[in-house]
C-alpha cells in the first residue's frame, strides 16, 4: 500500500502548525517590544515616540487577525486530540497578546496627557512594575514554545508578586494624592498605567494555563495565590 499521499498530507499539517507557533511566538515578541517602548517613554516623556507606540499597535491587531485565520484553516483539517487543544491555543493565545498589545497602547496614550503635567516621582516604581510584566510575558511565551507546562505553571504563580507590586504602587499614590490636591491629576495617569500593567500580568496568567491545557490536557492545575488587594477598601 502506497502511504505517500498520507505521508505528504501529514508532513503539510505539521508544517503549517510550525508556521502558526512561529507566528503567535512573533506577535508576542512584538508585543513585549512595545510594551517595553512604552514604559520607556513614560519615563522619558517622549510625545513622538509614544505616538509611534500607539500607531504601532495596528501591527499586532493584523497578525491576531491572520493568526485567526491561519487556525480555522488549520481546523479544517481532521485534526486529533492533541490537534485541537493545538488549535484552541491558537486561538486564545493570540487574543491574550491582541489584549496585551492594547494595553502597551494604553500605557503610551496616558504618558501623552502625563506629560502636559510637572513630573512626579513614581515612574520609576511604574517602571518596575512594567518590568515584571514584561518578565511574565517573555517567559510564559518561552513556555508556550517549549512545550513547557511546569514553566507555565511558575508564570501563573508568580501573578502573586505582580499584584502585589501592583498594590503597593496602588496605595503610594493613593498617599501622594491626598497629601496634595495637586498631584491628584498625574497620579490618576499613573493609577491607570498600573491597573494596565496589573491586567497585563492577567493576561498572561491565561496564557499560562493554556500552555498547561495544552501539554496536559484536563489535568487540573494546581491552586494560586491573589494579591491584588486594591478592590478591598478597607484594607487601604
Request: glycine residues 4%; charged residues 30%.
Given at each position: 500500500m502506497n502511504n505517500a499521499p498520507h505521508d505528504h498530507i501529514v508532513k503539510s499539517y505539521d508544517e503549517e502548525q510550525r508556521r502558526l507557533i512561529g507566528e503567535i511566538l512573533h506577535m508576542g515578541e512584538i508585543a513585549a517590544a512595545q510594551?517595553?517602548?512604552?514604559?520607556?517613554?513614560?519615563?522619558?516623556?517622549?510625545?513622538?515616540?509614544?505616538?509611534?507606540i500607539i500607531?504601532?499597535?495596528?501591527?499586532?491587531?493584523?497578525?491576531?487577525?491572520?493568526?485567526?485565520?491561519?487556525?480555522m484553516q488549520l481546523a479544517l483539517r481532521?485534526?486529533?486530540?492533541?490537534?485541537?487543544?493545538?488549535?484552541?491555543?491558537?486561538?486564545?493565545?493570540?487574543?491574550?497578546?491582541?489584549?496585551?498589545?492594547?494595553?502597551?497602547?494604553?500605557?503610551?496614550?496616558?504618558?501623552?496627557a502625563l506629560n502636559?503635567?510637572?513630573?512626579?516621582?513614581?515612574?520609576?516604581t511604574l517602571k518596575a512594575l512594567g518590568h515584571l510584566a514584561v518578565r511574565q510575558l517573555r517567559d510564559v511565551m518561552e513556555a508556550y514554545r517549549d512545550n513547557d507546562a511546569e514553566k507555565?505553571?511558575?508564570?501563573?504563580?508568580?501573578d502573586a508578586e505582580l499584584d502585589a507590586a501592583y498594590t503597593s504602587l496602588f496605595r503610594e499614590l493613593l498617599t501622594y494624592m491626598m497629601e496634595?490636591?495637586?498631584?491628584?491629576?498625574?497620579?490618576?495617569?499613573?493609577?491607570?498605567?498600573?491597573?494596565?500593567?496589573?491586567?497585563?500580568?492577567?493576561?498572561?496568567?491565561?496564557?499560562?494555563?493554556?500552555?498547561?491545557?495544552?501539554?496536559?490536557?484536563?489535568?487540573?492545575?494546581?491552586?494560586?495565590?491573589?494579591r491584588d488587594t486594591t478592590s478591598t477598601t478597607g484594607q487601604l
Amino acid at each position: 500500500m502506497n502511504n505517500a499521499p498520507h505521508d505528504h498530507i501529514v508532513k503539510s499539517y505539521d508544517e503549517e502548525q510550525r508556521r502558526l507557533i512561529g507566528e503567535i511566538l512573533h506577535m508576542g515578541e512584538i508585543a513585549a517590544a512595545q510594551l517595553e517602548a512604552a514604559l520607556d517613554v513614560v519615563e522619558r516623556r517622549d510625545d513622538r515616540a509614544a505616538q509611534r507606540i500607539i500607531g504601532n499597535d495596528e501591527a499586532i491587531d493584523a497578525l491576531e487577525r491572520k493568526v485567526s485565520h491561519d487556525v480555522m484553516q488549520l481546523a479544517l483539517r481532521g485534526p486529533m486530540a492533541r490537534d485541537l487543544r493545538e488549535i484552541l491555543a491558537g486561538l486564545r493565545i493570540p487574543t491574550d497578546i491582541e489584549r496585551i498589545g492594547d494595553y502597551a497602547a494604553n500605557v503610551a496614550k496616558r504618558s501623552l496627557a502625563l506629560n502636559t503635567v510637572p513630573p512626579v516621582p513614581h515612574t520609576t516604581t511604574l517602571k518596575a512594575l512594567g518590568h515584571l510584566a514584561v518578565r511574565q510575558l517573555r517567559d510564559v511565551m518561552e513556555a508556550y514554545r517549549d512545550n513547557d507546562a511546569e514553566k507555565a505553571v511558575l508564570v501563573r504563580e508568580r501573578d502573586a508578586e505582580l499584584d502585589a507590586a501592583y498594590t503597593s504602587l496602588f496605595r503610594e499614590l493613593l498617599t501622594y494624592m491626598m497629601e496634595d490636591a495637586r498631584n491628584i491629576t498625574p497620579c490618576t495617569h499613573l493609577l491607570f498605567m498600573a491597573k494596565n500593567l496589573e491586567r497585563i500580568g492577567d493576561h498572561a496568567t491565561n496564557i499560562a494555563e493554556n500552555v498547561w491545557f495544552l501539554v496536559k490536557g484536563d489535568t487540573p492545575l494546581p491552586p494560586r495565590e491573589k494579591r491584588d488587594t486594591t478592590s478591598t477598601t478597607g484594607q487601604l
